[in-house]
């Protein structure tokens, strides 16, 4: 079985360039995190999504930030405009469900380099 | 304050040794406590649930405090292959199965 596919793996842009994320999650799970991980802040849930409808983006840093789920197999994550401190590693993870117990699998990540 | 906190170590421990991981959560709606373990530069994967009862897999023991909302991890006999970042999740299905993560404890076995 596949597992939880996120591209690019790495990205180098230069500041006030857009970047789109993108995941696909494991067939017939019906939740999707976006998390991401620095040294300073740890690994911050930014959003997810129950049966593609988000849930809670209180996580989301601000406006530049947007998130996407157009389908079950597919899910964007866009920063526009982007700055040199959404340098980080970007999760992507997927879930059956949200009854008790069931577990994330996560993406191998993207790691973005905002120059 | 945040919602899961942990002890960030790091913990340098010799081969064979015990050592203990402690978590704490604030939401007393949480439901559901995992112990995940990530390695540097990959991604976090499970490494156990944590049941009200306590659970084991093999040197490794869950287990969870609702009263005093905290969860631990004990790992015996350590490995050097044991080294890692472990992360304690928390996930409350009030708020339709969110799922956070402390910032990790960091092992280090030595020989």
């Known amino acids: 079985d596949a597992g939880v596919i996120q591209s690019p793996r790495h990205e180098v842009t230069e500041m006030g360039q857009e970047v789109t994320l993108r995941c696909k999650p494991i067939s017939g799970h019906n939740s999707l995190f976006w998390y991401r991980q620095t040294m300073m802040r740890g690994l911050e849930l930014l959003i997810y999504?129950?049966?593609?409808?988000?849930?809670?983006d209180s996580g989301m840093p601000e406006d530049r930030f947007s998130a996407k789920m157009p389908n079950a197999s597919f899910s964007t994550l866009k920063i526009q405009p982007s700055e040199p401190r959404d340098s980080a590693v970007y999760f992507c993870?997927?879930?059956?469900?949200?009854?008790?117990?069931?577990?994330?699998?996560f993406g191998s990540g993207t790691q973005l380099s905002v120059l | 304050r945040k919602e899961v906190e942990q002890d960030p170590g790091p913990f340098n421990v010799p081969e064979g040794a015990t050592v203990a991981f402690n978590c704490t959560y604030s939401?007393?709606?949480?439901?559901?406590f995992f112990w995940y373990r990530q390695d540097c530069r990959k991604e976090p994967k499970l490494l156990m649930s944590v049941y009200s009862s306590g659970n084991e897999d093999g040197r490794f023991t869950a287990q969870l405090n609702r009263a005093s909302q905290y969860i631990s991890l004990l790992i015996r006999d350590s490995k050097l292959s044991d080294s890692a970042t472990y992360l304690c999740v928390v996930t409350h299905n009030t708020n339709a199965g969110k799922s956070t993560f402390g910032d990790g404890t960091t092992l280090t076995v030595k020989p």
């Open positions: 939401n007393s709606a949480s439901q559901s």
């Open positions: 999504f129950n049966n593609n409808v988000p849930i809670d």
């Open positions: 993870a997927s879930r059956l469900s949200y009854v008790d117990y069931e577990k994330l699998f």
